[in-house]
Structures are given as structure tokens and as C-alpha cells.
């Protein structure tokens, strides 16, 4: 069995979880077992309906929390009617504004709030529950309630202090008792008192073996207690972003990243690492050897594959220009905005289509406001975009920082030429200039201006000197690399050698 360990997921995921979801992908077509176990807290959504969003099976998912319960990973089904079930005759009124309901208990001085999976249907996700003014329970729910949470009133503010976490029959499987950020776990025939030592229990239930493999995508606060409990089975590191700061580095020290430390660190117990570029692979080897005198083994194995590549059915439409991410500070979004409103001084008809969520979404609204480019920019949501990159022009990346690029390879694989700046590693992996795009020079002391007024003559550079028929027919022809039958076969060799 090949297990993948990861933190979190999300409607608006990293590319860690993207690459997990394409690793799943690969995986299934080669016939290999797999199972993804994520170890964070999911309040606010039932993990199902965010793991099936990004395209994995139940089957393949495992909860740390309801790991240890008979409880699987299923969608929630649990019903308004079911609730009213269980009020035993209770008078109450009820109201409902989307996906958020109220009863109103005329007895006891009680009210519930429902929280729905979505605005239409009746099936409920969670339920908060008031007495006399303080919260003092949520139930959280799939077919049954899977755990509940308990708090008490201090400092005028509703304290969680513990969790129950039941089996299908509703019996109690163990406890979490919480004091701020201390923690304690009660089972039947144990006592442990951290989430690390919770996660280090997981792993040696899993019953490892030699021919188990372990693939830590994510060592933050688990990364210890997965190796201290992996056994014989081999473990593998994936690098997702930049492994160490250069400013941090000279000569005689490097300062790697936080999130690979660890790991570097215990490189006698790592079967390989794993780098999705050539050009990270290279620099870590050498980095490796000379601040630390091994050459433990590292490979390259894209994050992502292509099924297959996409050509327009008719023609792209003329000028257009796609950007797909996480709507974040870091993916620089704004600037991609400004600079298309700048490049429309020269070339008309440019348009851009934002595609992706998150916590820059109303910041990029008030820019298109500010801007008067409604017209012209247009931001799209989260969508699945496999069928819809290959009618754009090309693709726009903002990026300062990318390991690898989903969403670059996913261009270049509807043959879109790419501008984007040159920082290590994905934009260089994918744009060959002035053959499929262009890679813009920077460096740290160059001004949110300048990079604008870069990106700007690069993109009216590309539609009125490039030809964009051979940058197009290049870009499918870096893809072809990234075709899944390719990706599957480093996945083999990879797997068979360990």
C-alpha cells in the first residue's frame, strides 16, 4: 500500500493537494494501492465533499479523526427530518435564510442553528446549539453524527474543551480533551497527550511493512511521529516549493526551508526525494553534497500529467488571455490585472479571465472598479478547466514562486504560449523564449511598477510580433513530456527501484 500524508484541504486548494489528486490519478491506471490520509481539522465542510471535488475516490481517503471509528468517509446525507426526530415532541418555529436554519425551542430559553451542506437541499452538515445564551454544543453529521463538540462560557467567550468522537452506533470511540493549546486523547486502553503522538498511533496501526511505501507531503508537525512510526516501509519526500532561501545562504551555510528541514535533515531514512523539475533536482543534489556531504537520491517526477492534449474544435478567440490560482497575495493577480489594462492602450481587444478562489477575490474587485476594465477582465470562480484553456490565446502567470505549475503545464498543454517572470522553477520549465513565450527577468529590488509595465510590453509584443501558430505548436510540443503514460512510467521505475 502507498500512503500519502498531507495537513488540510480545501474549495480552494494549494498545488500540494492538486498533485496529490493527479498522484491519485496515476496511481489507479497502474494498478497501485493508495490511500490519502489527512490530519487537520474540517469544521466548517464535510471533508468528503471537498476530497471528491478535487477528484479523489472515499475509498482512497482516510480522516485522522474518524480513523479510529467505524465510520467511513461519505458525504452527508443526515436530513432537517432526521433532526426533528430526535426533539421528541418539543415545541418550536422555525426559519431558514440559504444555507443557515433556526429553531427556536418555546421551552428552556434552547435555539439550534442548522448549518446546511448547501442554499437548496435539507441535509445538514452541522448543528449549533444555545442555552440560555451560551453555546454548548456542535454536532457534526455524514448518515449520523460522526463527532460532537463541547464548550463552556469563559472570559465572555464560548471555550471549546472537548470533543467526542462516536462509532456508527453512536457509542463513544474516544475523547479529546482541550486546555488552549494543550490536548489529550482517552481511549479505551490508552491515554495520549498530543496530536503528534495521535498521528504516530495512526501510522503504527497501519501495520507497516517492507513493502508498504510512505509519501510525506506534508511534514509540518507530523513528519517526526510518521517516520519514528513508519518501520521497515520506505518513505518518500515530494519538494512542492522552493527548498531553501537564498538570501539565507552563502558559502559555508544554507538556510533550508522549513517545511523540508526536517526531513533533509533525516536523509538516511528517506528512499528519495522527489523534485517535478530537472532544474531543482540538479541544485539540490548539489546542495545536498556540498552543506552536507551526502548524495541521498533524488529524482524528478512531475507533480501533474495530461491525459491527453487539447486543440480547439474551432478558433481561439483573438487576444484573449487566461490566468488560473489560488487567488492569493503571492500569485500576484493584480498585477497580471493592471498590466492587461495597460497592454489594451496598444491592442484593443485584449481580454483576461481570472479562474480561481480565494481571500483576494473582493481586493480584485475593487481593482476592476478602480480600473473600469469590467469589460475586459472578468473573474471566473472555480472551475474545472480542462476543456476550457484551449480556446484562450495564451496564459499570464503572476507567480514570484512556483516549484512546479499545475496550471502551467495544464496550459501548455491546450498549447497556449506563457508569460510569466524568470524565478525558480516552474515558469523556466515550461517557457522556452521566444519560441512559446516569454520569461521576463527580475530581481528583488525591481518595483511592483516595473514588473507591470514588463509584463504589459510582453503581452502586446506577443500579439503583434510572435507568431502564435508555431508558439502554440511548440507549447504541445513541451507537453508531450507531461503526457500521463510518461508520468506513470517514472512512477514505476521510481516504485520498483526503492
Same mark, same amino acid.
Given at each position: 500500500?502507498?500512503?500519502?500524508?498531507?495537513?488540510?484541504?480545501?474549495?480552494?486548494?494549494?498545488?500540494?493537494?492538486?498533485?496529490?489528486?493527479?498522484?491519485?490519478? %496515476?496511481?489507479?491506471?497502474?494498478?497501485?494501492?493508495?490511500?490519502?490520509?489527512?490530519?487537520?481539522?474540517? *469544521?466548517?465542510?464535510?471533508?468528503?465533499?471537498?476530497?471528491?471535488?478535487?477528484?479523489?475516490?472515499?475509498?482512497?481517503?482516510?480522516?485522522?479523526?474518524?480513523?479510529?471509528?467505524?465510520?467511513?468517509?461519505? *458525504?452527508?446525507?443526515?436530513?432537517?427530518?432526521?433532526?426533528?426526530?430526535?426533539?421528541?415532541?418539543? $415545541?418550536?418555529?422555525?426559519?431558514?435564510?440559504?444555507?443557515?436554519?433556526?429553531?427556536?425551542?418555546?421551552? @428552556?430559553?434552547?435555539?439550534?442553528?442548522?448549518?446546511?451542506?448547501? +442554499?437548496? #437541499?435539507?441535509?445538514?452538515?452541522?448543528?449549533?446549539?444555545?442555552? $440560555?445564551?451560551?453555546?454548548?454544543?456542535?454536532?457534526?453529521?455524514?448518515?449520523?453524527?460522526?463527532?460532537?463538540?463541547?464548550?463552556?462560557?469563559?472570559?465572555?467567550?464560548?471555550?471549546?474543551?472537548?470533543?467526542?468522537?462516536?462509532?456508527?452506533?453512536?457509542?463513544?470511540?474516544? +475523547?479529546? /480533551?482541550?486546555?488552549?493549546?494543550?490536548?489529550?486523547?482517552?481511549? *479505551?486502553?490508552? /491515554?495520549? @497527550?498530543?496530536?503528534? +503522538?495521535? %498521528?504516530?498511533?495512526?501510522? !503504527?496501526?497501519?501495520?507497516?511493512? !517492507?513493502?508498504?511505501?510512505?509519501?510525506?507531503?506534508?511534514?509540518?508537525?507530523?513528519?517526526?511521529?510518521?517516520?519514528?512510526?513508519?518501520?521497515? =516501509?520506505? %518513505?518518500?519526500?515530494?519538494?512542492?516549493?522552493?527548498?531553501?532561501?537564498?538570501?539565507?545562504?552563502?558559502?559555508?551555510?544554507?538556510?533550508? $526551508?522549513?517545511?523540508?528541514?526536517?526531513?533533509?535533515?533525516?536523509?538516511?531514512?528517506?528512499?528519495?526525494?522527489?523534485? !517535478?523539475?530537472?532544474?531543482?533536482?540538479?541544485?539540490?543534489?548539489?546542495?545536498?553534497?556540498?552543506?552536507?556531504?551526502?548524495?541521498?537520491?533524488?529524482?524528478?517526477? *512531475?507533480?501533474?500529467?495530461?491525459?491527453?492534449?487539447?486543440?480547439? &474544435?474551432?478558433?481561439?478567440?483573438?487576444?484573449?488571455?487566461?490566468?488560473? #490560482?489560488?487567488?492569493?497575495?503571492?500569485?500576484? %493577480?493584480?498585477?497580471?490585472?493592471?498590466?492587461?489594462?495597460?497592454?489594451?492602450?496598444?491592442?484593443?481587444?485584449?481580454?483576461?479571465?481570472?479562474?480561481?478562489?480565494?481571500?483576494?477575490?473582493?481586493?480584485?474587485?475593487?481593482?476592476? $472598479?478602480?480600473?473600469?476594465?469590467?469589460?475586459?477582465?472578468?473573474?471566473?470562480?472555480?472551475?474545472?478547466?480542462?476543456?476550457?484553456?484551449?480556446?484562450?490565446?495564451?496564459?499570464?502567470?503572476? !507567480?514570484?514562486?512556483?516549484?512546479?505549475?499545475?496550471?502551467?503545464?495544464?496550459?501548455?498543454?491546450?498549447?497556449?504560449?506563457?508569460? @510569466?517572470?524568470?524565478?525558480?522553477?516552474?515558469?523556466?520549465?515550461?517557457?522556452?523564449?521566444? &519560441?512559446? @513565450?516569454?520569461?521576463?527577468?527580475?530581481?528583488?529590488?525591481?518595483?511592483?511598477?516595473?514588473?507591470?509595465?514588463?509584463?504589459?510590453?510582453?503581452?502586446?509584443?506577443?500579439?503583434?510580433? =510572435?507568431?502564435?501558430?508555431?508558439?502554440?505548436?511548440?507549447?504541445?510540443?513541451?507537453?508531450?513530456?507531461?503526457?500521463? =503514460?510518461?508520468?506513470?512510467?517514472?512512477?514505476?521505475?521510481?516504485?520498483?527501484?526503492?
Amino acid at each position: 500500500m502507498i500512503y500519502n500524508f498531507n495537513l488540510g484541504i480545501g474549495w480552494a486548494s494549494s498545488g500540494v493537494e492538486y498533485a496529490q489528486a493527479y498522484r491519485a490519478g %496515476v496511481l489507479r491506471k497502474t494498478g497501485q494501492k493508495a490511500k490519502f490520509i489527512f490530519t487537520d481539522m474540517f *469544521p466548517r465542510d464535510n471533508i468528503q465533499h471537498m476530497t471528491e471535488n478535487i477528484g479523489f475516490l472515499d475509498s482512497e481517503v482516510i480522516w485522522l479523526y474518524t480513523f479510529f471509528t467505524d465510520n467511513k468517509i461519505r *458525504p452527508v446525507t443526515y436530513t432537517l427530518g432526521q433532526l426533528e426526530s430526535t426533539f421528541r415532541n418539543r $415545541n418550536y418555529t422555525f426559519t431558514r435564510e440559504g444555507k443557515k436554519a433556526r429553531y427556536d425551542f418555546l421551552e @428552556g430559553n434552547v435555539y439550534y442553528t442548522v448549518y446546511m451542506v448547501d +442554499e437548496e #437541499s435539507d441535509r445538514v452538515h452541522r448543528v449549533e446549539m444555545v442555552s $440560555n445564551g451560551c453555546l454548548i454544543r456542535k454536532d457534526y453529521f455524514t448518515d449520523r453524527r460522526i463527532y460532537s463538540e463541547y464548550y463552556a462560557p469563559l472570559d465572555n467567550q464560548a471555550h471549546l474543551y472537548q470533543r467526542r468522537f462516536f462509532h456508527s452506533d453512536q457509542t463513544v470511540a474516544y +475523547e479529546e /480533551i482541550i486546555d488552549n493549546d494543550a490536548v489529550t486523547y482517552q481511549f *479505551p486502553n490508552r /491515554i495520549m @497527550g498530543s496530536k503528534e +503522538e495521535l %498521528v504516530g498511533y495512526l501510522v !503504527s496501526c497501519l501495520n507497516l511493512t !517492507s513493502e508498504d511505501v510512505l509519501i510525506i507531503d506534508r511534514t509540518t508537525k507530523t513528519g517526526q511521529a510518521i517516520l519514528q512510526n513508519a518501520g521497515q =516501509a520506505k %518513505v518518500l519526500i515530494p519538494i512542492h516549493a522552493d527548498h531553501f532561501s537564498e538570501s539565507g545562504t552563502d558559502e559555508e551555510n544554507i538556510l533550508w $526551508n522549513n517545511y523540508y528541514e526536517y526531513s533533509f535533515a533525516q536523509h538516511k531514512r528517506v528512499a528519495a526525494y522527489i523534485t !517535478s523539475t530537472d532544474a531543482q533536482k540538479e541544485l539540490l543534489r548539489e546542495q545536498f553534497q556540498k552543506y552536507i556531504g551526502v548524495c541521498p537520491k533524488v529524482v524528478t517526477i *512531475p507533480v501533474g500529467s495530461l491525459d491527453e492534449l487539447k486543440y480547439p &474544435e474551432g478558433g481561439r478567440t483573438p487576444h484573449s488571455l487566461i490566468t488560473a #490560482s489560488r487567488l492569493a497575495t503571492e500569485k500576484h %493577480v493584480d498585477w497580471l490585472l493592471e498590466a492587461v489594462v495597460e497592454a489594451r492602450k496598444t491592442v484593443e481587444d485584449i481580454t483576461m479571465d481570472i479562474y480561481g478562489k480565494g481571500e483576494q477575490e473582493q481586493a480584485l474587485r475593487g481593482l476592476i $472598479n478602480q480600473w473600469n476594465c469590467k469589460d475586459y477582465v472578468r473573474l471566473m470562480g472555480q472551475q474545472n478547466l480542462e476543456e476550457v484553456y484551449k480556446h484562450y490565446d495564451a496564459y499570464l502567470s503572476g !507567480s514570484t514562486s512556483e516549484g512546479f505549475g499545475l496550471t502551467l503545464m495544464e496550459a501548455v498543454g491546450s498549447g497556449l504560449p506563457i508569460i @510569466g517572470f524568470d524565478v525558480r522553477y516552474g515558469n523556466p520549465n515550461f517557457i522556452d523564449e521566444g &519560441e512559446n @513565450g516569454y520569461i521576463i527577468p527580475v530581481h528583488d529590488k525591481m518595483e511592483k511598477g516595473e514588473r507591470i509595465q514588463a509584463l504589459a510590453r510582453c503581452i502586446v509584443r506577443l500579439f503583434t510580433e =510572435a507568431d502564435l501558430e508555431a508558439f502554440h505548436r511548440h507549447s504541445y510540443e513541451k507537453a508531450k513530456a507531461y503526457l500521463t =503514460a510518461e508520468v506513470e512510467k517514472q512512477w514505476m521505475d521510481l516504485l520498483n527501484k526503492i
